[in-house]
C-alpha cells in the first residue's frame, strides 16, 4: 500500500510538471516579443527629446496582434507588374531611413519618436506600380484598414517603420511594420500591416466609414 501511495504521488508530480512545461511554452513566445522591446532605447535624437515607449499611448480596435517573425509576409498587390509577398528579412535588406516624426492622435494626445524603416517608394519600385494608380491601402492583421494617397507617400518619402527609438518595434506598436504617416491624425498610422494594395479607386478605412476625415491632416477637420 506504501509503495502504491508513492507511485500515486509520483505520477501526480509528473503530470503536474508537465503542464507547467505546456503552459509555460504557450507563453514563452508572447513573452518574447512582448521583452523584445526596450534594451537599447534611445531618449534623445538630434538633440530632441523622445517620449519613451512605455509612455506612448496606444488605440486598436482588437487589442495587441504577435505576428511570427519567422513567418510573416508583406503582400503587395493591385495595379502593380510585379506583385510580392516580402518576407521580414528582405524588408531589413532593403536601404532603410530614419527620422524624428511626432504622431498626432485626434483625441488630442500625441508623443515625440524616431522612426527607422523602408520607404514605400522603394517597395513600390520592386512591384512597379502602374501610371494609373492614386491611391494606397494599408490591411492589418486586426482587421484594420486605412488609405493614405500615392503622391502623398512617395513626396513625403513615407516609410514603413521596423524600429521605434532606436528598437525594434514592440508588438503594442504594431510590429513588424507600422505606416509613418507624418503630418497624418494617428490613424493613419496602420499598424501591424500585413497587405498593402494600390488602387485608382478611393477608399474609406475603419474610421473613415463613421465619418472621420479620409484626408486626415493634422490640424484639419477631424470629421468630413
Not at 503542464?19 to 534611445?42: A, F, M, P
Not at 538630434?46 to 519567422?70: F, H, M, V
Not at 503587395?76 to 510580392?84: F, H, M, T
Amino acid at each position: 500500500m506504501f509503495r502504491k501511495n508513492i507511485l500515486i504521488g509520483l505520477l501526480i508530480t509528473s503530470l503536474i510538471i508537465l503542464s507547467c512545461i505546456s503552459i509555460s511554452g504557450c507563453l514563452d513566445e508572447r513573452d518574447s516579443q512582448e521583452n523584445n522591446t526596450t534594451s537599447g532605447e534611445v531618449t534623445e535624437y538630434e538633440g530632441k527629446q523622445l517620449t519613451p515607449i512605455s509612455e506612448q499611448r496606444n488605440n486598436a480596435i482588437e487589442g495587441t496582434q504577435y505576428i511570427d517573425r519567422d513567418t510573416y509576409e508583406l503582400q503587395v498587390y493591385g495595379l502593380v507588374e510585379n506583385p510580392q509577398n516580402l518576407s521580414y528579412e528582405q524588408l531589413l535588406s532593403y536601404p532603410s531611413t530614419t527620422r524624428f516624426v511626432r504622431l498626432d492622435c485626434v483625441e488630442g494626445w500625441g508623443f515625440d519618436a524616431i522612426w527607422t524603416g523602408v520607404p514605400l517608394s522603394t517597395i513600390f519600385e520592386e512591384v512597379q506600380v502602374e501610371d494609373n494608380a492614386t491611391n494606397v491601402i494599408f490591411y492589418c492583421a486586426d482587421g484594420y484598414s486605412t488609405s493614405l494617397e500615392l503622391g502623398y507617400l512617395v513626396e513625403n518619402d513615407i516609410m514603413l517603420a521596423y524600429e521605434l527609438n532606436n528598437v525594434t518595434l514592440p508588438s503594442e506598436r504594431g510590429f513588424p511594420l507600422q505606416v509613418v504617416a507624418e503630418g497624418k491624425y494617428g490613424y493613419k498610422w496602420a499598424k501591424w500591416v500585413t497587405a498593402i494594395e494600390i488602387t485608382d479607386q478611393p477608399y474609406e478605412g475603419y474610421w473613415e466609414r463613421v465619418g472621420y476625415s479620409n484626408n486626415a491632416e493634422v490640424g484639419g477637420p477631424a470629421f468630413e
